[in-house]
T-cell receptor, first 114, second 111 residues
Framework: AQSVAQPEDQVNVAEGNPLTVKCTYS??????LFWYVQYPNRGLQFLLK??????LVKGSYGFEAEFNKSQTSFHLKKPSALVSDSALYFC????????????FGAGTRLFVKA | NAGVMQNPRHLVRRRGQEARLRCSPM?????VYWYRQLPEEGLKFMVY????????ESGMPKERFSAEFPKEGPSILRIQQVVRGDSAAYFC?????????FGSGTQLSVL
């Protein structure tokens, strides 16, 4: 079965420290990979995507993600966390099968402490 | 260009009633998706529609749930005879391509 796994329910970091939110996937073919962020009582917002090319992709708000095909991972990173980065982060995979159906991980809640 | 519009933001129904959730995609977007989010769970795909067509409904419960995206007007997610387990946030997204644009969701509460 095709799936996206986010092994951490919650990640805690201190402001100014680097952060990593992990994601692995189990999907056949060459999927498109995404990160979305959700703030309280809001819909999801697009952060970044990987389709092809350079394994390190840069997105909004200083976030970046590294695609690793051999490990089927797409971890989200930021060199220096801000308190305002505290939110719920979702990894997602677009199955790229002629439509745009996207499946999501369970989400990781990020807490950045001042 | 207005974003994806969902209404109502909050919907309260008693068990056995019908719930209708509406979604107007962004202008120019022909693909609409519905997702359900339960507390402490991720987004669960429900259905993918294009104008007048259901493309993929593999995530829709077999009974009581239906969705449409007519030629004119918003997409509708309809839940008949709601039960307490239907209480959740329902999100609609639209896209012109692979990137999704989400509405703010409808929080359905079943009493």
């Amino acid at each position: 079965a095709q799936s996206v796994a986010q092994p951490e329910d919650q990640v805690n970091v201190a402001e100014g420290n680097p952060l990593t939110v992990k994601c692995t996937y189990s999907v056949s073919g060459n999927p498109y990979l995404f990160w979305y962020v959700q703030y309280p009582n809001r819909g999801l917002q697009f952060l970044l995507k990987y389709i092809t090319g350079d394994n390190l992709v840069k997105g909004s708000y200083g976030f970046e993600a590294e695609f690793n095909k051999s490990q089927t991972s797409f971890h989200l990173k930021k060199p220096s966390a801000l308190v305002s980065d505290s939110a719920l982060y979702f990894c997602a995979v677009n199955l790229n099968t002629g439509g745009f159906k996207t499946i999501f991980g369970a989400g990781t809640r990020l807490f950045v402490k001042a | 260009n207005a974003g994806v519009m969902q209404n109502p933001r909050h919907l309260v129904r008693r068990r056995g009633q019908e719930a209708r959730l509406r979604c107007s995609p962004m202008k120019g977007h022909s693909h609409v998706y519905w997702y359900r989010q339960l507390p402490e769970e991720g987004l669960k795909f429900m259905v993918y529609l294009q104008k007048e067509n259901i493309i993929d409904e593999s995530g829709m419960p077999k009974e009581r749930f239906s969705a449409e995206f007519p030629k004119e007007g918003p997409s509708i997610l309809r839940i008949q005879q709601v039960v307490r387990g239907d209480s959740a946030a329902y999100f609609c997204a639209s896209s012109p391509e692979e990137k999704l644009f989400f509405g703010s969701g409808t929080q359905l509460s079943v009493l």
